[in-house]
């Protein structure tokens, strides 16, 4: 691959998961703010794991609702700071967050893309601090057009949000899961509550996207409640795009994990820790898939982290990728 560097931006050339290539930033500065997420290679076999190679937006390390299952449990072990919900969140320096931003946004390109700030850290985690991440980094979103923000969250605070405009450079993305499953293993707002917040959001004017991930085929009525919460939502938002995932555990997450309740599900390895059945991961993707074309006539979905054969299976087109994390 070809790499150089303008400014304090280092580009590089990249081949993309429908074949092209295409020049494209590759970190800025040190890469601890702005870096491009490259842990799966481009897909070659059936078995391989497709996912576009977004930025991740690092403007902080941690999470406060410390789901059973979460991936931070595993990543956060290298910290000198054990990761617990005591030590919920490292912000990194404002300044640095914005010279950072300013950095890329000067630097030439005629590509747009998405920054995912909820990769490491749930995006709204910090509201309620006398700087709130949302109120820094919007204002500078609505100086440019080539880049969006991605606010990935399981919160419902998004009082600030309300107040922020304008805000068209900005994507509200809320993670949700059926009751029984929230309830059971989600240490967050209530499932009714991010819905709430969702709809207030997207009254406001922003484009809101649903992640419903992980899908847990629990209880045994579950597809029932993946309907109703489908119905939900289509009850209080119209979302510009729907990603489904399910469940998987790298061993790091499973090692660290408090609550290992929901490790009797993962029955498969894979590219990608420890999985569902494929079958059964299969069947959960259908019904809910289904549901969704069937019952609203919306077929903006993708899978996340999900490898060509299962896109295979489902008549979906893994080349045309539009998940979460892309324009």
């Given at each position: ?26 970190q800025?500065?040190?890469?601890s703010?702005i ?21 991740e937006f690092?403007w ?13 449990k595993?990543?956060?072990r290298?910290?000198s700071r054990?990761y ?8 990194k ?7 950072h ?30 700087e ?15 880049y969006?923000l ?11 949000l ?23 293993w ?16 997207l ?17 045994d ?16 938002v119209?979302?510009d ?9 790298l061993?790091s ?6 609550d290992?309740?929901?490790v009797?599900?993962?029955k498969e ?6 999985r569902?059945?494929s ?6 993707f259908?019904?809910?898939?289904d549901?969704?074309e069937d ?8 899978l ?24």
């Open positions: 691959m070809r790499e150089f560097v303008m400014s304090s931006v280092k580009f590089d050339d990249y081949e993309l998961i429908d074949g092209t290539r295409r020049t494209l930033v590759k800025v500065a040190d890469g703010i870096k491009r997420f490259e842990m799966t290679p481009i897909p070659r076999l059936a078995a391989d794991i497709v996912c576009p190679h977004f930025l690092k902080a390390l941690g999470c406060p609702f410390d789901c059973a299952w979460c991936y931070l595993g990543s956060l290298y910290y054990k617990s919900r005591k030590n919920m969140l490292t912000r320096s404002p300044d640095r967050i914005k010279e931003l300013m950095q890329l946004f000067r630097a030439p390109s005629n590509v747009r893309e998405v920054l995912n700030a909820g990769e490491v850290a749930d995006s709204l985690a910090d509201e309620n601090s006398s709130p991440f949302t109120r820094l980094v919007i204002p500078l979103f609505e100086k440019q057009d080539r969006k991605m606010l990935l969250t399981k919160s419902s605070k998004v009082d600030n309300l107040e922020i405009s304008p805000h068209n450079q900005v994507i509200v993305s809320f993670s949700l899961n059926s009751d029984p499953v929230a309830k059971k989600e240490i967050a707002p209530a499932v009714a509550d991010r819905l709430k917040a969702a709809k207030r959001v009254e406001a004017g922003y484009v809101v996207r649903i992640r419903i991930d992980p899908i847990v085929p629990y209880p009525d579950w597809k029932v409640h993946y309907r109703t919460l489908v119905d939900s939502i289509f009850t209080n119209y979302p795009r729907i990603t489904i995932g399910s469940l998987r555990g061993q997450t499973i090692n660290e994990a408090t290992k309740s929901w009797e599900y993962l390895p894979s590219r990608w820790g420890r569902i059945s079958g059964l991961r299969r069947e959960t259908q019904v809910v898939k549901y969704i019952e609203y006539s919306y077929g903006k979905i993708a996340c982290k999900e490898p060509v054969e299962m896109w295979q299976s489902l008549n979906m087109n893994w080349k045309d990728c539009r998940c979460n994390c892309t324009w």
